[in-house]
């Protein structure tokens, strides 16, 4: 049911290299697509030419989904690598955040960086 999914729109700020950066997301994106959540759509990370920055797009299959994506990902040191080298600066969260997203973006500490739009009211998707 796509008025279920979540999508995801994240932006970092450096904290190394734009090469660190570049080997951290390639190593974990590698280890998402193999063995992370099934519920993960699409995962992609970009690198803006102009400023010291980064994105990432996700695309995750529901609020579950993205959820126990976090929960599997956080422990490992492709994340921490991640961590070192890129701080998350925004969320900007398209679909309905449940109690349990909200849970665990309270403990995080993302409050803050977190900016959601809401569910889905109109359109249609392909």
Same mark, same amino acid.
Do not use: C
């Given at each position: 049911?796509? %008025?279920?999914?979540?999508?995801? &729109?994240?932006?970092?700020?450096?904290?190394?290299?734009? *090469? =660190?950066?570049?080997? @951290? +997301?390639?190593?974990?994106?590698?280890? /998402? %697509?193999? *063995?992370?959540?099934?519920?993960?759509? !699409?995962?992609? $990370?970009?690198?803006? @030419?102009? =400023? @010291?920055?980064?994105?990432? +797009?996700?695309?995750?299959?529901?609020?579950?989904?993205? /959820?126990?994506?976090?929960?599997?990902?956080?422990?490992?040191?492709? #994340?921490?690598? $991640?961590?070192?080298?890129?701080?998350?600066?925004? +969320?900007?969260?398209?679909?309905?955040?449940?109690?349990?997203?909200?849970?665990?973006? !309270?403990?995080?500490?993302?409050?803050? =960086? /977190? #900016?959601?739009?809401?569910?889905?009211? @109109?359109? &249609?998707?392909?």
């Amino acid at each position: 049911m796509r %008025e279920a999914e979540i999508t995801v &729109f994240n932006r970092y700020r450096f904290l190394a290299p734009r *090469e =660190k950066f570049l080997a @951290a +997301v390639a190593a974990l994106a590698q280890r /998402v %697509e193999g *063995e992370g959540h099934p519920g993960v759509l !699409d995962y992609r $990370f970009y690198l803006s @030419a102009a =400023k @010291a920055e980064g994105r990432a +797009v996700v695309r995750y299959r529901d609020a579950d989904a993205w /959820v126990g994506h976090h929960e599997i990902i956080m422990a490992w040191p492709e #994340m921490a690598a $991640f961590r070192a080298v890129a701080a998350l600066e925004q +969320v900007d969260l398209h679909g309905a955040i449940t109690l349990a997203m909200r849970d665990w973006i !309270d403990r995080m500490g993302l409050t803050d =960086k /977190v #900016m959601s739009t809401g569910a889905s009211v @109109a359109g &249609f998707g392909r």
